[in-house]
Nanobody, 115 residues
Framework: QVQLVESGGGLVQPGGSLRLSCTTS????????MGWYRQAPGKQREFVAR???????KTADSVKGRFTISRDNAKNTAYLQMASLKPEDAAAYYC?????????WGQGTQVTVSS
């Protein structure tokens, strides 16, 4: 059973930074592409960033230059470093792990950006 646990969310002021973590268990982490989506109240879930098993990354235009995705295979953990946060970045952030056959999701972690 593959499980993903996100952490690192919280309240931050505009312009601040947070680092989200997504730790997996029950899977061979190195063989999974990892990524993040987010969903704000009343909006559809949207892609944020992803990193392949080989380390190639892609980020959404809305966060490009501010958010960085990375992974540590030794720790079975993917990270989303978020900087220069804006109020519009506030959302529940969900981590996923994907291979050729299925996608697994975490339970989400809330990010609030407010002064």
């Amino acid at each position: 059973q593959v499980q993903l646990v996100e952490s690192g969310g919280g309240l931050v002021q505009p312009g601040g930074s947070l680092r989200l973590s997504c730790t997996t268990s029950g899977a061979d982490f190195a063989n999974y592409h990892m990524g993040w989506y987010r969903q704000a109240p009343g909006k559809q879930r949207e892609f944020v960033a992803r990193i392949t098993t080989g380390g190639a990354t892609k980020t959404a235009d809305s966060v490009k230059g501010r958010f960085t995705i990375s992974r540590d295979n030794a720790k079975n953990t993917a990270y989303l470093q978020m900087a220069s946060l804006k109020p519009e970045d506030a959302a529940a952030y969900y981590c996923y792990a994907a291979d050729l056959s299925q996608v697994h999701w975490g339970q989400g972690t809330q990010v609030t950006v407010s002064s």
